[in-house]
């Protein structure tokens, strides 16, 4: 029986998917079991190994700093990601109008992102400067404070100026998630709807939030993503300091693996990461249809 032209090219199929399948088997799910395994060691660079079953798990739950991390982690995404998923759906529906320059807009919203964490940190740290920050100086200037706050180094001030800066970068990423969604929906949806005398808030509740429901979920999962694997903009601006008022759990993974030499315990807590976001990313996606990133087509 002759064989058919599509069982033909599996094997080249499989042979051209090879190198991409190995690289992401070597770099991605070998990392993930190692570090299982890992977590179930008391392993240190030099010395010898020892299996210590479930104790760094037990250490982990009983550790005040690592719940004092997770707590941050979370008011850095709850903190920030929704302002700026409501503001990039505000920038999107705006800049997605017939307005003059509308791609110039574009452009000046996307520039925070495509800089690098670090450059952006340096940035920021001299913005929040008590003596020579544009941001005192104009709190100053108005009135509005007497002398200079010390924003990265007040326990009070230090997390939320950090989520300020996040959201500053993150912004113009969300807002071109966000456009792509719009320009899925067909015009024909709003010229019906305008025949029918809907005004443009009904039009925009009832047709456009609909719509890009998906893609707001998107923005939701990369947002949260983005809250546990921040580091190098953390690290720079306060290390995770005043004491712990800004130590997310990826600063103090990095610090008990780097610095305490607890690798053990340090791939512990990436275990709890790991887990922690498969489950928020697999419920967003139900949450969103079983279609969270997924565009809408129309004939």
Known sequence: MAISRKYRKLPMIYLLLLPSLAIFLLYRIVPIFWNLYLSFQKWSYVGANEWVGLQNYFKMVNDDVFWQSFQNTLLYFF??????????????????????????????????????????????????????????????????????I?????????????????????????????????????????????????????????????????????????GIINSFTVFDMVYVMTEGGPGHATEILITNIYKNAFTFNKIGYAAAMTVFMFVFLLLVTWYSNRLSGGEAGGARYYE
């Open 150 to 222: 010390p924003f990265l180094q007040s326990f009070t001030w230090a997390l939320p100026s950090v989520i300020l800066t996040s959201v500053w970068q993150v912004l113009g990423y969300f807002v071109i998630i966000v456009l792509t969604g719009l320009q899925t929906i067909p015009d024909d949806l709003y010229e019906s709807a305008e025949l029918d005398g809907a005004s443009p808030l009904r039009q925009f509740f009832q047709i456009t939030l609909p719509l890009i429901r998906s893609t707001i979920f998107l923005c939701f999962i990369v």
């Open 79 to 148: 903190g920030g990601s929704p302002f700026a998923i409501i503001a990039a759906i505000i920038i999107a529906v705006l800049v997605n109008q017939n307005l003059r320059g509308k791609n110039v807009y574009r452009v000046i919203v996307f520039l925070p992102y495509p800089i690098t964490p670090v450059a952006i940190a340096i940035i920021w740290q001299w913005l929040y400067n008590e003596k020579v920050g544009l941001i005192n100086f104009l709190l100053k200037a108005s009135g509005l404070a007497e002398q200079g």
